[in-house]
């Protein structure tokens, strides 16, 4: 635990302006973000009496090592330099609300030539039109159905589309009527985008325009007798008011505005947002953050706003956000929303009328689905410690182990040798702490020595690292002999390159803004997937590099025992414990994370081919040479001059091109396997294929081998 006043910059040290600060721990990482009017006065408020601060507050500066700031010219660039920066760093002590799913939008791309309406998750695209988010894909698909009975626009996906136009006929809703089938031309292409935009125009609330043209044909049509068409509008505009009492009116003006709502107690606070357009609730979404901090409803509004409309603009900022209390101050956070949206934002407190009424509904579903959250997380909150403290008490470690690494080794009769890294902090996996390995140091099948090689790389990094944030004295830098980069350069004693250039260890090993790279923190376990051999060299790994801190345990798959380094006989766990539960997925965690990536170098490997080995040709390239030439053999007996003609093909690239395919060994004739036919003057260009593709004679097969 860190002294804050260890830290604390002198007073005439930190300017009395706007801007943004960042609290760094002992490792470097940014663990808070904060914005202030006045730096000096909230910096001010952090180097006060411990036993005056909030508890979590008191965490927070204990943990931290050094504080940093950046000047701003107005609140305003500071509110979204500290967006930036949350998005950024991810600090632990910020109030992050967590969506516990990724909502579905009803989304049209009105950018393509023959628009598509269809569900769609995660980042919004430009030129694609959203309405919602909402609840369940299921009732997005419920209100379309209606709605193409009207609006008959595709929702096919483009291999359906292709394989329609190919075929020259539609797919089933096209003959049902719930198409307009532009693949086969029933419709041109700009006459269906007209189709799109009115399905827009009905969903984003101007439905009246839509129902009383259907009404005024279909009185028509009931005029001149055409009583079917009369009996198809009318059927049109029952499903269209169907669609429309999904969504009943909640505000009679039509208005378009975001309701906020906060629900909180001492320890967390969970955010509803209704959405309505058109005076309709088009979409809600909820979140739920732990308050790091002591903060207020205001501040808690403020974190939901940069949340909500830190990566929107334009209309998908509406022109009313109604919020259950304001910011402090609320002049910046509006004139941001005016900013992203590109007009005037009114951000207010509803008092009383339609849209407090609402608020409260909002408000309502805001405690529910905080008393929904405690009740999960409880259970789980109490799952999980129990599961750390029974694995800190089975392996007689001095506390609860809140990082835990795992490591796997995967090949094929060792071929593809690779390795995985799975971290999981708190009892949950941190995927982008995940780390993969390729086997360098020998060849072949040896489980042992891989996992003694890759413990070795793993934590090589990690004291590299620690000797460039200066936790090491100066001089003993011994520990970062034999280090290879990512980049491949190995660096000799005292952290200099091989190859005599004079890149130094620590521009290495960071990126611009001096932030780690990878390998940068340690666990309190480490996990092998294996039984005592592993652990051994696991352990021996360790002590070879001086690390005695970080416990080491292996588990096997036969009996689900685990292994401590110096025991003879291993710890068996109940198969009821939690801790056994969590050591388990730990490793089948690592095992999926690495038999993944050794199929992936596997796959790549069978794929590769004579073209492969010519440097700086890529995809592209390479199959602009087989579209032109039709095979690699053909390609191998044009002349340089005749490759030139590709397009995108120079004349040095040619000549690197003859060259390498010169030197690469003519593969054996080609073989047709169904049929046994000898396929003389065509040269497949993968080694691997189907049954009944032309295969190369003696190319090497996949072996039938179990993968570990």
Not at 62 to 73: G, K, L, N
Not at 169 to 194: N, Q
Not at 304 to 329: H, N
């Amino acid at each position: 635990m860190a002294d804050p006043s260890s830290y604390r910059p002198k007073p005439g040290q930190i300017p009395d302006s706007p801007g943004v600060y960042r609290f760094r721990d002992e490792h470097r990482r940014v663990i808070y973000v904060g914005k202030a009017k006045s730096l000096r006065q909230r910096l001010a408020n952090y180097f006060q009496d411990l036993a005056a601060l909030h508890p979590r507050t008191r965490s927070m500066v204990t943990t931290a090592a050094s504080v940093e700031w950046t000047v701003v010219s107005t609140e305003v660039e500071a509110l979204q330099l500290e967006y930036s920066w949350i998005k950024e760093y991810d600090p632990r002590f910020n109030v992050k609300y967590r969506d516990d799913k990724s909502y579905p939008y009803l989304a049209v791309t009105m950018n393509e030539e023959f628009p598509r309406v269809q569900v769609m998750r995660g980042h919004k695209k430009k030129g694609v039109r959203y309405f919602g988010p909402y609840a369940h894909a299921w009732a997005i698909r419920d209100t379309v159905d209606l709605l193409l009975r009207v609006f008959p626009v595709r929702t096919c996906s483009a291999g359906v589309f292709k394989n329609a136009a190919r075929t020259g006929r539609p797919c089933l809703l096209g003959y049902i009527g719930k198409c307009s089938a532009p693949c086969v031309g029933r419709i041109s292409a700009d006459d269906h985008w007209e189709l799109a935009d009115e399905f827009c125009d009905f969903m984003a609330g101007r439905t009246g325009t839509h129902l009383r043209r259907l009404e005024k044909q279909m009185t028509e049509a009931a005029e001149e007798m055409e009583y079917e068409r009369a009996a198809r509008l009318r059927d049109d505009i029952e499903a269209l008011k169907k669609a429309m009492e999904k969504n009943a009116v909640v505000l009679a003006d039509a208005t378009d505005a975001d309701l906020i709502a906060v629900a909180e107690d001492e320890l967390e606070a969970a955010v509803q947002i209704f959405h309505v357009r058109g005076g309709r609730v088009r979409g809600q979404r909820g979140w739920v953050t732990d308050k790091v901090e002591e903060i207020t409803t205001g501040a808690l509004v403020e974190h939901a706003l940069q949340q909500l409309y830190g990566e929107e603009t334009g209309d998908a900022v509406p022109k009313e956000v109604l919020v259950p209390a304001l910011p402090d101050p609320v002049e910046p956070v509006q004139e941001w929303l005016t900013g992203r949206r590109g007009s005037g934002v009114s951000l207010r407190v509803p008092q009383r009328g339609d849209k407090r009424a609402l608020m409260e509904t909002v408000e309502r579903n805001a405690q529910q689905a905080l008393v929904l959250h405690k009740t999960k997380r409880a259970s789980d909150l109490t799952t999980r410690s129990r599961a750390l403290e029974e694995i800190a008490e089975a392996l007689d470690l001095d506390s609860a182990p809140l990082r835990i690494e795992c490591y796997d080794i995967s090949h094929l009769q060792g071929d593809d040798v690779v390795a995985s890294m799975v971290v999981f902090e708190d009892g949950l996996a941190r995927k982008s702490e995940y780390r993969r390995f390729q086997i360098k140091g020998f060849q072949g099948q040896d489980d042992v020595r891989s996992m003694h090689e890759v413990i070795t790389r793993r934590f090589r990094r990690y004291l590299a690292e620690k000797e460039r944030t200066g936790e090491w004295a100066d001089g003993e830098n011994t520990l970062t002999d034999g280090i290879t980069l990512t980049d491949g350069t190995a660096l000799a004693a005292g952290g200099s390159p091989t190859d005599g250039s004079q890149a130094p260890l620590a521009h290495s090993l960071k990126d611009d803004e001096g932030r780690p790279k990878r390998f940068a923190y340690p666990p309190q376990l480490v996990v092998v997937d294996g039984g005592q051999p592993q652990v051994a060299a696991a352990r021996r790994a360790l002590d070879e590099l001086g690390i005695d801190d970080i416990a080491v345990c292996g588990l096997a798959k036969r009996l689900e025992e685990v292994w401590l380094p110096q025991d003879d006989d291993p710890v068996v766990l109940p198969r009821t414990s939690e801790g056994l539960y969590l050591l388990q997925r730990v490793r089948d965690e690592a095992h999926r994370f690495a038999i993944t990536y050794q199929r992936t170098k596997r796959a790549k490997r069978f794929r590769a081919g004579p073209l492969d080995d010519v440097p700086g040709l890529g995809e592209t390239r390479k199959q602009a040479l087989i579209k032109h030439f039709g095979s690699v053999r053909k390609l191998r007996a044009a002349t340089i001059d005749q490759i030139c003609e590709v397009p995108g093909i120079g004349r040095k690239t040619a000549e690197t091109i003859a060259a390498a395919l010169a030197q690469a060994a003519p593969p054996a004739p080609a073989v047709n396997t169904a049929t046994g036919e000898i396929i003389e003057d065509e040269e497949p260009v993968t080694t691997a294929g189907s049954p009944g593709d032309p295969v190369t004679a003696g190319a090497p097969e996949e072996r039938r081998g179990q993968e570990t």
